[in-house]
Structures are given as structure tokens and as C-alpha cells.
């Protein structure tokens, strides 16, 4: 079983950056791509970005391109997402998820395993 627990989120102004960090259970972390999605209230979870197992392949939603970055770490078994000149519209609850294809991208369902959450939360 892989357990994900994400860390980080807060309230920040606009213009300003986090760091939000997973920690993923288990020895096979390196065979999982992994991916970070967002909610907002009221809204359907979307995709923001993706990293393959080994790091050097990077996805991200137009909406953050240029200013989040996705990384890893496998032997720390840890993914990031920086996130800088952060935006009102950024607020959401951001999750991390594990992907055990090779195939999969934007979409929720290819995801195999999931983090509980953390809340990121942008003041005007």
C-alpha cells in the first residue's frame, strides 16, 4: 500500500511563492509517476502538473505554466511543487497523486493512489 501526506500549504498574498511538499510510503516510489492536482470549492478537481518516474519528463496545466515547477526527489521519496507569483485564483486544495502507468496525464482517474490535501489559499 502507498500512502501519500502532503505539507506546506498556508495563506499567502499574491505575487508571493510556497512550496508544497509529498512524502510518499514505500519502496517503489520510483516506479510511480506522480502528479499534483487542485480543488476549489464548488469546482471539479484539475490537474496542474506531472513528473515521470525518472524526473525528466514535466507536464503542466496552462494555467500555471511558467510559474509552478514540479520536482522529485526518489531517494528522499519526495515530489515538490513551487509555486510562485501565486494568484487569488490559485486557492484550492492541492493533492498529490501516484500514478502506476506510464501512459496516464492529465486526468484524475489514471491516478492510483491520493494524498488527503493541503489548503493553499491566496488573498487579493
Known amino acids: 500500500q502507498v500512502q501519500l501526506a502532503e505539507s506546506g500549504g498556508g495563506l499567502v498574498q499574491a505575487g508571493e511563492s510556497l512550496r508544497l511538499s509529498c512524502a510518499v510510503s514505500g519502496r517503489t516510489f520510483s516506479s510511480y509517476a506522480m502528479g499534483w492536482f487542485r480543488q476549489a470549492p464548488g469546482k471539479e478537481r484539475e490537474f496542474v502538473a506531472r513528473?515521470?518516474?525518472?524526473?525528466?519528463?514535466?507536464l503542466y496545466a496552462d494555467s500555471v505554466k511558467g510559474r509552478f515547477t514540479i520536482s522529485r526527489d526518489n531517494a528522499k521519496n519526495t515530489v515538490w511543487l513551487q509555486m510562485n507569483s501565486l494568484k487569488p485564483e490559485d486557492t484550492a486544495v492541492y493533492y498529490c497523486a501516484a500514478d502506476k502507468s506510464v501512459s496516464g496525464g492529465r486526468l484524475a482517474a489514471s491516478y492510483d493512489y491520493w494524498g488527503q490535501g493541503t489548503q493553499v489559499t491566496v488573498s487579493s
Open positions: 513528473i515521470s518516474r525518472g524526473g525528466s519528463n514535466t
